[in-house]
């Protein structure tokens, strides 16, 4: 895939997500909402344990568990500012405004995940295909249930529909900037290990899968279309491999 094939997907998907926002009942959304983020769990913990942690450790990467707890530290930190949109949580009342500092947040996250995707075409990190293929689908089932969840806050703000559309859009640039970046970004001009990026994008990702996976329903039981929707998404993820 090209990289500039791969730069219209990406913005693609959180568009995807606005419309499907634009185009169902407000009944819908929440389920929506639910179920797309249950499969991009069960994808994203397939493919951190099927091919982006084997990857990391056999490239003799001695220090990949700290930089992987670091992800999971700087997602839990930026989780702080953003109110866990990442995994679904859509508190903002209805006439109420967007915080900045949500939006900043959850910009910097995608920033950040798009670094590794950019540095494989950059040539500063060596993945093999099916990684490659295997963090950029995580990235993009990923993003179509954020995007569902910031385009629903958009619209349940004071924000009218187009100022809605304005601020997605320059949400779904952030993670083609941060794969541009990433093109031009060498760890190893720092002293870094040419993976510390993944490795820190895989700590991010194994805290939203987790969360998403494991954080309660109601009466804290897991219903059944959530259930299946993870095993869909798990599933799919080992037929990519």
Known sequence: MSFLI??????LSVLFGGLMVAYLKATHKVRMIKLTLAFSGGFLLAIIFQHLLPDLYQHDFENVGLFILLGFLVQLILEYFSGGIEHGHTHTHSGSRIPLTLFVALSIHSVIEGFPLGGAYGGHVSHTGHEHESLFWGIIFHQIPVAIALMTLFLNSS???????????????????????????NPEQFGLNIHVILAVVVGMFLHISTTIIFETSENHRVNLLKLVSILLGGGLAMVLS
């Open 6 to 11: 791969l730069q219209i997907y990406l913005i």
């Open 159 to 185: 924000m009218g529909m187009l100022k809605s559309w304005f601020f997605l859009t320059l949400f779904a640039l952030t993670t083609p900037i941060g794969a541009l970046l990433g093109m031009q970004f």
